[in-house]
C-alpha cells in the first residue's frame, strides 16, 4: 500500500513539499517556530483531548466535550490501529534526497510512528468538524481554519506527505459526524430516564422531553 501511495501520488506529494519549501525559505524560516507551536498542541491528540475534557465541566458544553472526546477516540482508533500499520509509509525524510534536505531546514524534528495517515491533523479535524457540529455556527470558522493550519504545519516540518495530511483531514471529520449522531442519540436516551444517576450526570438534570434543547450543543447550534 506505501509503494502504491508513493507511486502514484509522487508528482502531487513532491510538488506540494516543494512548493512549501520554497515559502519556507522565501520567509527565511519565519514561520518555523510557529509551525512547531502548532504542531505541539496536537501530539498524541493530547491537547483535543485537553479541550474536550475542559468542556466536560460546565453544563451548557458537556455534549460538545463528549462529541469531541469520542471524535478524537474514533480518529485515533482508526488511523493508529488499523491504516498506519497496514499502509506502512516511511516519513517523508526517511530516504536520502530534496525532501531530507527540506526535513533538516526545516529543524530535522524526527517522528517515532510511521506516516500515513497524518495522526495530528486527524485529531485535529475530529476535535475541531465535532465542535462546529455541536457548538455555534461562529466557530466554524476559526475551527477550519486551526485545522488547515495544523495540517499545513505537518508538511512545513517534512514530517508528513500532503496525501497523509489529506486522509487525516477526512478521517477526523468522519469520526467526528459518527460521534456527533452517536452523542445525540446518546443523550436523547439519557433526557428520557432521568432517574437514572448516570443520565442524570451526564445531562446535567436535563429534561426528560428529547426534544427540548439544552444549551451548549444543539440548543445553541444556529443554522
Known sequence: MAEWLDTVFAGFDFTILRAIHEFAVATGGFFTPLMYFVSIFAWKGLGMVLLG?????????????????????????????????????????????????????????????LSFPSGHTTATAAAMVALFLSFKRRYAFPALIFALLMGFS?????????????????????????????????????????????CRVLCGGCPADPSHKTGGADGDRKE
Open 154 to 198: 505537518r508538511m512545513y516540518l517534512m514530517v508528513h506527505y500532503p496525501t497523509d495530511v489529506l486522509a487525516g483531514l477526512l478521517i477526523g471529520a468522519l469520526a467526528a459526524v459518527a460521534a456527533f449522531f452517536a452523542v445525540r442519540a446518546l443523550f436523547r436516551l439519557a433526557a428520557r430516564h432521568p432517574e437514572n444517576r448516570f
Open 53 to 113: 475534557a475542559a468542556l466536560l465541566f460546565p453544563r451548557r458544553t458537556r455534549r460538545v466535550g463528549v462529541c469531541i472526546l469520542l471524535a478524537v477516540l474514533l480518529g485515533a482508533l482508526v488511523t493508529n490501529l488499523l491504516l498506519k500499520p497496514t499502509v506502512a509509509r516511511a516519513r517523508p525524510y526517511a530516504g536520502a534526497g530534496q525532501i531530507t534536505d527540506w526535513w533538516i531546514f526545516a529543524g530535522g524534528a524526527r517522528e517515532s510512528d
